[in-house]
């Protein structure tokens, strides 16, 4: 995540039906729906998982062409005093300015891509059994054909709106406000290949991870 917006370029549509044996699940939800608390039961189980978040932040690194092109277009402005990218100042920028937002959309969004295929290229060359792509925009982006499946992390939606707002200390109407940026979770579920309710605990929530699994046949990866 850049600023509070979520950049998921698709990588490539060669995803499906690739020659390839790597099964590709896309995992996605809303905004503190316990994502992070499914791709943690993967992780667990030796499972590689590509989070999107983490290459966005990677991108903008010091010294990064990403934070560079960033610089030229919008100014040192959005920079801290040590010179890394001041997350809040673009977050609140690109939240009141559509235009601002397309921009580092355009900027960041090939950057993105490429370290996201090239992690899928690797994955493939392994020949590994299953690569989980953690993409909180999923839907969104209009990536869901590039995925054997779609795997949707959801809760009641008050449940969602408590989450938000003891996550980032914010009020309620704040958290509403961030929850409405994006697609509902209701509409996300319905688009979605599986469904995992974390409205339970976190063993639960595991649980029906490792049932998919089993389902799947991925039992020794």
Known sequence: MVGGLIFAPTASNKRKGSLSMT?????????????????????DKGIQVVDADRLARQVVEPGSPGLDRLVDYFGREILTQDGGLDRKYLGDLIFRDSQAKEAVNQILHPLIGQSIQGQIEAAIGQDLDLLVL???????????E????????????????????DRDGIDRDQALRKIQ???????????????????GSKEESRQQ?????????????
Not at 209 to 221: R, Y
């Open 23 to 43: 099964y590709l699940l896309g995992l996605t939800g809303g905004i503190a729906s316990g994502k992070s608390t499914v791709s943690q039961v993967f992780k």
């Open 134 to 144: 953690d993409i909180p925009l999923l839907y969104e982006t209009g990536q869901k």
């Open 146 to 165: 590039d995925f054997q499946a779609v795997m949707v992390v959801s809760l009641p939606y008050q449940d969602q709106v408590s989450r938000l707002m």
């Open 181 to 199: 940026a994006q697609m509902s979770l209701e509409e996300k579920v319905k688009l979605a290949d599986y469904v995992i309710d974390n409205s």
């Open 209 to 221: 991870v490792e049932a998919w699994l089993d389902q799947k046949g991925f039992k020794n990866l």
